[in-house]
T-cell receptor, first 116, second 113 residues
Framework: NAGVTQTPKFRVLKTGQSMTLLCAQD?????MYWYRQDPGMGLRLIHY???????AKGEVPDGYNVSRLKKQNFLLGLESAAPSQTSVYFC???????????????FGQGTRLTVV | AQKVTQAQTEISVVEKEDVTLDCVYE???????LFWYKQPPSGELVFLIR??????QNEISGRYSWNFQKSTSSFNFTITASQVVDSAVYFC??????????FGTGTRLQVTL
């Protein structure tokens, strides 16, 4: 099982450039999340999705857009990268969050993004 | 709004000591789930435990134990007889009916010989 796969694993961008981070899961999970991790800040939720075709804002959505056109994929876009977006980005997915046994989130390996 | 507070930024212990990591949460939901995750130096996030709001039983798994108290909105994690391999950042997390999975800022545990 691949689980949750993030692409790419590392990237360096110049200020103003755009890019898309891809998250793919093969567990048929309904819920998917994008987080950023910065020193001392923990994991902060950027956007999330509760199902195919749906997205919602998290704690720190500014400067990012997302799409969930297919259930297995959740894309995070940076239209005009800024140095403040230098971070480690994690994608996660879960089957359910409020019922049953399978509520825990499974995480990808992370994407280290540097904006110069 | 929901919130998770991990007031301990960093803890250092000597191997074989017991250590407790604190987690305090806020939520208006009556149904919610609490989690603990471990992030070792390699960077991946490892699921440790899940607890729902209707189950206040404490849980023990080997050297790990968890104490959930709704009266104080706390979900604390204790490692007994710590080992160097326990060195990691530990995150407490919360989700409720809004489906947001909210994390605390984490506690870095350093276990030395």
């Amino acid at each position: 099982n691949a689980g949750v796969t993030q692409t790419p694993k590392f990237r360096v961008l110049k200020t103003g450039q755009s890019m898309t981070l891809l998250c793919a899961q093969d567990m048929n999970h309904e819920y998917m999340y994008w987080y950023r991790q910065d020193p001392g800040m923990g994991l902060r939720l950027i956007h999330y999705s509760v199902g195919e075709g749906t997205t919602a804002k998290g704690e720190v959505p500014d400067g990012y857009n997302v799409s969930r056109l297919k259930k297995q994929n959740f894309l995070l876009g940076l239209e005009s990268a800024a140095p403040s977006q230098t971070s480690v980005y994690f994608c996660a997915s879960s089957y359910s969050v409020t019922g049953g046994e399978n509520t825990e989130a499974f995480f990808g390996q992370g994407t280290r993004l540097t904006v110069v | 709004a929901q919130k998770v507070t991990q007031a301990q930024t960093e803890i250092s212990v000597v191997e074989k000591e017991d250590v407790t990591l604190d987690c305090v949460y806020e939520t208006r939901d009556t149904t919610y789930y609490l989690f603990w995750y471990k992030q070792p130096p390699s960077g991946e996030l490892v699921f440790l435990i899940r607890r729902n709001s209707f189950d206040e039983q404490n849980e023990i798994s080997g050297r790990y134990s968890w104490n959930f108290q709704k009266s104080t909105s706390s979900f604390n994690f204790t490692i007994t007889a710590s080992q160097v391999v326990d060195s990691a950042v530990y995150f407490c997390a919360l989700t409720g009916t809004a489906s947001k999975l909210t994390f605390g800022t984490g506690t870095r545990l350093q276990v030395t010989l």
